[in-house]
C-alpha cells in the first residue's frame, strides 16, 4: 500500500476511534435509568427480528426499500474503481462540493433534462476505490416528513426534527461537513427512485470523461414551451423581481437563502410552485432550484416519457443482485431495531420512526457511536466476511414459495391437496427432522439449517445472526406444529390421520399469521405479468404515474402494485 493511502488510512481510523470514546461519554454522561425502558433487549429482539431480517435481505434492493421507506440501518460500503457516475447540470462548469452523483443517466438527465435551457449530462469515472461511505437504507433520498430522512437527523443532531427537511443541500453539507470527518466517511449513499452518492469532495476520487451538451433534445420534442412552472430567467415570462435567493449560481443562492432565514425566521416566503418532474423541492431554496436557470417547465410528453425511463431504471434494481456498484460490507451493518429504548407503537414498518417519542435519547446517542465503530471497525480490518444479504437469501428462497402454496392447499381443503401439503411439508422438513428427538431438539436443528458454525460474532452481527435465528424459529415452530396433525407420531407412513376441516383451517390461519409476522417483500407483487413495456410500479418518490413528485407523508401501507407503463398516460 502506498505511503500515502496508509497515513489517510490511519488517520481516518484515529478519528473514528476518538470520535468513539467521545460518543461513548457522552452516553454515560446522560442521567438514563433503564430500569424504566421496556421491553429488555432480548425481547427488543424478539419484536423486531422480522424487521432486521428484511432490512439485511433489502440492502441495495430497490424493491423492499420501497415497501419499507423509513430505513433504519447504516452500512458502510465502497465503490469500486472505474465504475460509471452521472451528473446532471444546467451550466458546462464542474459542480461544487458537496454534490450528487447518479448511479444511471436516466436518473441525472429526468432531473435536469426536462427543464429547458442548457443542459450538461456529465460522465465521470472513478479513479480508485471511492470509500469508506456510508450506505443508508429505506427511501433515505425522499424528502418526506413521515420518517424517511429520520436516520440521517440521527447522524448530524442526534435527535429527529422535520424542521427544513426539504433543504436537501444543506443537509448534504451537513452530513459532509459535521459527520463524514467524524466517522471517517468520503460520502453517503442514499435510495429514492434509484440510488445517488453524496459525495463530500470532487477534488478526489473521480475524473470527468465525458461532458455532453443535451441541450437540442428538449427542442426536438417541444418541449421547452414555457408556461406552468416559472420560466428561466432568460425568457420574456421572467418580469418580476427576483429575490435574492435567486441568483444563477445554486451556491450563491443556497446561502442567500440562508441569510434570508437568518434575518427573518419566519419569512413570508410565496407559495411554492408544482414542481417540474424529477426535480426534488428540497434541493433548491424557496422559488429557486440551484444551478438550473431559474425554474421549470411545462410537462410535456418528452419530460413525462423521460421519468418513465428513470422509474425503468430503477426496476432493475428491484431484487436479485441490486445496486452492484456498490459494495457492502455486511458485518458493518448497523440496525436502530432490536433496542430497548426504542417503542414501535405498530407492527407496520412504514410507520417506524426515529423521533423523540419512539427513541431514547440515549439509544440515538449509541446508534452515533455504532456506526463511528463500524467504520472503525472497517478501516481497521475488523470485519468478517459474512454475506448476511445471502443468508437471509437462503430462508427466503426455502421457504418464500411454499408457505402461500401451503396454505393455499389447506384453504383448499380436498383429499388431493392435504396429500399435496404432506409432500410440500415432508419435503421442507426433511434436511433436520428426526422423529426420535424431541421437539425442542428439532426446532433448534432446523432454526440453525443456514448458520451453523457462525460464532465469535461482534455485537453488530450478533444481533443479525440472532434476528436469523427467530425468523426461522417461528417457521419451524409452525410447521412443526403442523406435522403433529398430519403425520403419526412415529413418522410411520403406513397410517396417515384424518386432518379435520376446522384443524386444516386452525393450520391455514397459522400460516396466514406467520406470513403477515414475517411480511416479506416478494409476497408484495402485482396481480399480473407485465409486460415488457411495463414495470411493475409502486410509487416511489419523486415519482408518480405521470411523473409528478409524490406527496410527503402518504401512508404506503394503501399503496397497491400495478402493471405500469408510459402508455398508460
Given at each position: 500500500?502506498?505511503?500515502?493511502?496508509?497515513?489517510?488510512?490511519?488517520s481516518?481510523?484515529l478519528?473514528?476511534?476518538s470520535?468513539?470514546?467521545?460518543?461513548f461519554a457522552?452516553i454515560h454522561?446522560?442521567q438514563v435509568?433503564f430500569a424504566?425502558?421496556?421491553p429488555s433487549?432480548?425481547?427488543a429482539?424478539?419484536?423486531?427480528a422480522?424487521?432486521?431480517?428484511n432490512?439485511v435481505?433489502?440492502l441495495?434492493r430497490?424493491w423492499?426499500n420501497t415497501l419499507?421507506?423509513?430505513?433504519?440501518s447504516f452500512?458502510?460500503?465502497?465503490i469500486?474503481?472505474?465504475t460509471?457516475?452521472y451528473?446532471?447540470?444546467?451550466?458546462?462548469?464542474?459542480?461544487?462540493s458537496p454534490?450528487?452523483?447518479a448511479?444511471?443517466a436516466?436518473m441525472?438527465?429526468?432531473i435536469?433534462g426536462g427543464?429547458?435551457g442548457?443542459t450538461f449530462?456529465?460522465?465521470?469515472?472513478?479513479?480508485r476505490a471511492?470509500?469508506?461511505l456510508?450506505?443508508?437504507?429505506?427511501?433515505?433520498?425522499?424528502?418526506?416528513?413521515?420518517?424517511?430522512l429520520?436516520?440521517q437527523n440521527i447522524?448530524?443532531?442526534?435527535?429527529v426534527?422535520?424542521r427544513?427537511s426539504?433543504n436537501?443541500?444543506?443537509?448534504?453539507?451537513r452530513?459532509?461537513?459535521?459527520v463524514?470527518p467524524?466517522?471517517?466517511?468520503?460520502?453517503?449513499v442514499r435510495?429514492?427512485?434509484g440510488f445517488e452518492?453524496i459525495w463530500?469532495?470532487?477534488?478526489?476520487?473521480?475524473?470527468l470523461?465525458?461532458?455532453n451538451?443535451?441541450t437540442?433534445?428538449?427542442?426536438?420534442?417541444?418541449?421547452s414551451q414555457?408556461?406552468?412552472?416559472?420560466?428561466?430567467?432568460d425568457?420574456?415570462?421572467?418580469?418580476?423581481?427576483r429575490r435574492?435567493w435567486?441568483?444563477?449560481?445554486?451556491?450563491d443562492g443556497l446561502?442567500a437563502?440562508?441569510?434570508a432565514v437568518?434575518?427573518?425566521p419566519?419569512p413570508?416566503?410565496p407559495?411554492?410552485p408544482d414542481?417540474?418532474?424529477g426535480h426534488?423541492?428540497?434541493r433548491?431554496p424557496?422559488g429557486?432550484?440551484?444551478?438550473d436557470?431559474g425554474g421549470g417547465?411545462r410537462?410535456?410528453?418528452f419530460v413525462?416519457?423521460?421519468n418513465?425511463?428513470?422509474l425503468?431504471s430503477a426496476?432493475?434494481?428491484?431484487?436479485?443482485?441490486?445496486?452492484?456498484?456498490?459494495?457492502?460490507i455486511p458485518?458493518s451493518?448497523?440496525?436502530?431495531?432490536?433496542r430497548t429504548?426504542l417503542?414501535?407503537s405498530s407492527?407496520?414498518?412504514?410507520?417506524?420512526?426515529?423521533t423523540?417519542?419512539?427513541?431514547?435519547?440515549v439509544?440515538?446517542?449509541r446508534?452515533?457511536s455504532?456506526?463511528?465503530t463500524a467504520?472503525?471497525?472497517v478501516l481497521?480490518g475488523h470485519?468478517?466476511?459474512?454475506?448476511w444479504?445471502?443468508v437471509?437469501d437462503?430462508v427466503?428462497?426455502?421457504?418464500?414459495r411454499?408457505?402461500?402454496?401451503?396454505h393455499?392447499?389447506l384453504?383448499n381443503?380436498?383429499e388431493?391437496a392435504v396429500q399435496?401439503?404432506?409432500?410440500s411439508l415432508?419435503?421442507?422438513?426433511m434436511?433436520f427432522?428426526?422423529?426420535?428427538?424431541?421437539r425442542a431438539t428439532n426446532v433448534?436443528t432446523c432454526s440453525?439449517?443456514?448458520?451453523y458454525?457462525?460464532d465469535?460474532l461482534?455485537h453488530?452481527?450478533?444481533?443479525?445472526?440472532?434476528?436469523?435465528?427467530?425468523?426461522?424459529?417461528?417457521?419451524c415452530?409452525v410447521?412443526?406444529t403442523m406435522?403433529?396433525?398430519f403425520f403419526?407420531?412415529?413418522?410411520s407412513?403406513?397410517?396417515l390421520?384424518?386432518?379435520?376441516?376446522?384443524t386444516?383451517?386452525?393450520?391455514?390461519?397459522?400460516?396466514l399469521?406467520l406470513?403477515?409476522?414475517l411480511r416479506?417483500?416478494?409476497?408484495v407483487?402485482?396481480?399480473e405479468?407485465?409486460?415488457?413495456a411495463?414495470?411493475?410500479?409502486?410509487?416511489?418518490w419523486?415519482?408518480?404515474?405521470?411523473?409528478?413528485?409524490?406527496?410527503?407523508?402518504?401512508?404506503?401501507?394503501?399503496?397497491k402494485p400495478i402493471?405500469?407503463?408510459?402508455?398508460?398516460?
Amino acid at each position: 500500500m502506498p505511503r500515502g493511502a496508509r497515513t489517510l488510512r490511519i488517520s481516518r481510523m484515529l478519528q473514528s476511534v476518538s470520535t468513539c470514546i467521545f460518543l461513548f461519554a457522552a452516553i454515560h454522561a446522560q442521567q438514563v435509568s433503564f430500569a424504566d425502558i421496556s421491553p429488555s433487549e432480548d425481547d427488543a429482539l424478539q419484536r423486531d427480528a422480522p424487521y432486521i431480517f428484511n432490512s439485511v435481505n433489502s440492502l441495495l434492493r430497490q424493491w423492499g426499500n420501497t415497501l419499507a421507506p423509513n430505513g433504519f440501518s447504516f452500512t458502510v460500503a465502497t465503490i469500486p474503481a472505474g465504475t460509471t457516475l452521472y451528473h446532471g447540470r444546467k451550466d458546462a462548469n464542474d459542480p461544487p462540493s458537496p454534490e450528487w452523483f447518479a448511479f444511471d443517466a436516466e436518473m441525472s438527465y429526468a432531473i435536469m433534462g426536462g427543464r429547458g435551457g442548457t443542459t450538461f449530462l456529465r460522465t465521470y469515472r472513478t479513479t480508485r476505490a471511492l470509500g469508506p461511505l456510508l450506505y443508508l437504507d429505506g427511501l433515505s433520498a425522499a424528502l418526506t416528513t413521515s420518517g424517511t430522512l429520520d436516520g440521517q437527523n440521527i447522524l448530524i443532531d442526534g435527535y429527529v426534527d422535520d424542521r427544513g427537511s426539504f433543504n436537501d443541500y444543506t443537509r448534504a453539507q451537513r452530513l459532509c461537513a459535521e459527520v463524514a470527518p467524524l466517522i471517517g466517511v468520503e460520502g453517503f449513499v442514499r435510495m429514492n427512485a434509484g440510488f445517488e452518492l453524496i459525495w463530500c469532495d470532487w477534488s478526489t476520487g473521480v475524473e470527468l470523461v465525458l461532458n455532453n451538451n443535451v441541450t437540442h433534445w428538449a427542442p426536438i420534442f417541444n418541449a421547452s414551451q414555457p408556461g406552468g412552472f416559472p420560466p428561466p430567467p432568460d425568457s420574456p415570462e421572467w418580469n418580476r423581481t427576483r429575490r435574492p435567493w435567486e441568483t444563477d449560481n445554486g451556491v450563491d443562492g443556497l446561502f442567500a437563502a440562508h441569510q434570508a432565514v437568518l434575518d427573518d425566521p419566519e419569512p413570508e416566503f410565496p407559495p411554492p410552485p408544482d414542481f417540474p418532474p424529477g426535480h426534488p423541492p428540497g434541493r433548491r431554496p424557496p422559488g429557486r432550484p440551484p444551478h438550473d436557470g431559474g425554474g421549470g417547465w411545462r410537462r410535456s410528453p418528452f419530460v413525462e416519457y423521460l421519468n418513465w425511463e428513470w422509474l425503468r431504471s430503477a426496476t432493475a434494481v428491484y431484487d436479485g443482485a441490486g445496486e452492484m456498484r456498490l459494495q457492502l460490507i455486511p458485518s458493518s451493518f448497523v440496525s436502530a431495531y432490536g433496542r430497548t429504548g426504542l417503542n414501535l407503537s405498530s407492527s407496520d414498518p412504514t410507520q417506524h420512526r426515529l423521533t423523540n417519542a419512539s427513541l431514547a435519547q440515549v439509544e440515538a446517542l449509541r446508534i452515533q457511536s455504532d456506526v463511528a465503530t463500524a467504520v472503525a471497525d472497517v478501516l481497521v480490518g475488523h470485519i468478517s466476511d459474512t454475506d448476511w444479504r445471502g443468508v437471509t437469501d437462503q430462508v427466503v428462497n426455502r421457504y418464500g414459495r411454499r408457505l402461500p402454496e401451503l396454505h393455499a392447499l389447506l384453504r383448499n381443503g380436498t383429499e388431493d391437496a392435504v396429500q399435496q401439503a404432506r409432500f410440500s411439508l415432508a419435503s421442507l422438513l426433511m434436511p433436520f427432522f428426526q422423529p426420535t428427538q424431541s421437539r425442542a431438539t428439532n426446532v433448534d436443528t432446523c432454526s440453525r439449517a443456514f448458520v451453523y458454525g457462525l460464532d465469535s460474532l461482534s455485537h453488530r452481527e450478533n444481533k443479525i445472526l440472532q434476528a436469523v435465528l427467530l425468523v426461522q424459529r417461528d417457521i419451524c415452530d409452525v410447521l412443526l406444529t403442523m406435522r403433529d396433525d398430519f403425520f403419526s407420531a412415529t413418522g410411520s407412513e403406513s397410517h396417515l390421520p384424518q386432518v379435520p376441516a376446522d384443524t386444516l383451517e386452525l393450520h391455514a390461519e397459522n400460516l396466514l399469521q406467520l406470513m403477515s409476522r414475517l411480511r416479506w417483500h416478494m409476497w408484495v407483487q402485482c396481480d399480473e405479468h407485465c409486460s415488457y413495456a411495463e414495470v411493475c410500479y409502486i410509487e416511489i418518490w419523486p415519482l408518480r404515474l405521470g411523473g409528478r413528485p409524490g406527496p410527503p407523508g402518504r401512508d404506503r401501507s394503501e399503496v397497491k402494485p400495478i402493471c405500469a407503463g408510459y402508455v398508460d398516460k
